[in-house]
């Protein structure tokens, strides 16, 4: 009997484990941001206006949340440190986007000017 009372315990133990929420640290959240925000300006966000306004967004908030860190505010810097993460992709998205847009209008005209010269 005391084995299976050892082992159900055991379980009992594991389990609860197992179903804790293991929420990033703020630290974490911080590097992800700043990480988000090096590849916005690798790929040229800051040459691209709307790009480079959500990147500098993102700079704020990683300021701020900064500055919730020191106020003992991990709450409040986890959740700026994400609303800066979502902006650097944001500005990542965009910049990656104003090139193929333009290759998409070269393209299309490149068409155009091969369908009228068949015509």
Same mark, same amino acid.
């Given at each position: 009997?005391? =084995?299976?009372?050892?082992? $159900?315990?055991?379980? $009992? !133990?594991?389990?609860?484990?197992?179903?804790?929420?293991?929420?990033? !640290?703020?630290?974490?959240?911080?590097? &992800?941001?700043? #990480?988000?925000? %090096? $590849?916005?300006?690798?790929?040229g966000a800051a040459?691209?206006?709307? /790009?480079? %306004?959500?990147? &500098?967004?993102? %700079?704020?908030?990683?300021?701020?949340?900064?500055?919730?860190?020191?106020? *003992?505010? #991990?709450?409040? +810097?986890? @959740?700026?440190?994400?609303? #800066?993460? /979502? *902006?650097?992709?944001?500005? @990542?998205?965009? +910049?990656? /986007?104003? =090139?193929?847009?333009?290759?998409a209008k070269r !393209? !299309?005209?490149?068409?155009e000017a091969l369908?009228?010269?068949?015509?």
């Amino acid at each position: 009997m005391r =084995p299976k009372l050892l082992a $159900a315990m055991l379980c $009992a !133990t594991l389990l609860g484990c197992a179903s804790q929420s293991v929420k990033p !640290t703020s630290n974490t959240r911080r590097t &992800e941001a700043v #990480a988000s925000m %090096r $590849a916005a300006e690798g790929a040229g966000a800051a040459r691209i206006p709307e /790009a480079a %306004r959500h990147l &500098e967004f993102a %700079r704020q908030q990683v300021n701020h949340g900064e500055q919730l860190l020191m106020d *003992d505010d #991990a709450e409040g +810097a986890e @959740l700026s440190f994400m609303q #800066a993460d /979502a *902006d650097a992709d944001l500005a @990542l998205a965009l +910049a990656r /986007a104003l =090139p193929m847009e333009q290759q998409a209008k070269r !393209t !299309t005209q490149q068409a155009e000017a091969l369908r009228r010269g068949l015509q």
